[in-house]
């Protein structure tokens, strides 16, 4: 059975930094996309930043290019989200998903691509 378990959120000043992590456990697939997404109260859920394991490719969203980093230990099964010049508008769950096959282009921010969620970490910027 396939699980992920994100940690690392909390609450943080507008301007500040966190990290989040995810540990999958029970992947029975070799190449996969791993991604993290957020939901915040009364909006759609929307990805943050994905990256497949066989190659390392990286994708972000336009609203986090430049301020987040995605990286990952493919052979433990995790990834990590490091999250900078943290705004408000970052406030919102962040999951952590898992694809059991790589995703390229506009399929990696469809949340129907991946099978398997995280219960979530929030994420809550003051001002």
């Known amino acids: 059975e396939v699980q992920l378990v994100e940690s690392g959120g909390g609450l943080v000043q507008a301007g500040g930094s966190l990290r989040l992590s995810c540990a999958g456990s029970?992947?029975?697939?070799?190449?996969?996309?791993m991604a993290w997404f957020r939901q915040a109260p009364g909006k759609e859920r929307e990805v943050v930043s994905s990256?497949?394991?066989?190659?390392?490719?990286?994708y972000y969203s336009d609203s986090v290019k430049g301020r987040f980093s995605i990286s990952s230990d493919f052979a433990k099964n995790t990834a990590y989200l490091q999250m900078n010049s943290l705004t408000p508008e970052d406030t919102a769950v962040y999951y952590c998903a898992v694809a059991n096959r790589p995703l390229w282009g506009g399929l990696r921010a469809w949340p129907s691509r991946y099978e398997y969620w995280g219960q979530g970490t929030q994420v809550t910027v003051s001002t």
């Open positions: 990256t497949n394991s066989h190659d390392g490719s990286i």
């Open positions: 029970g992947f029975t697939f070799d190449d996969y996309a």
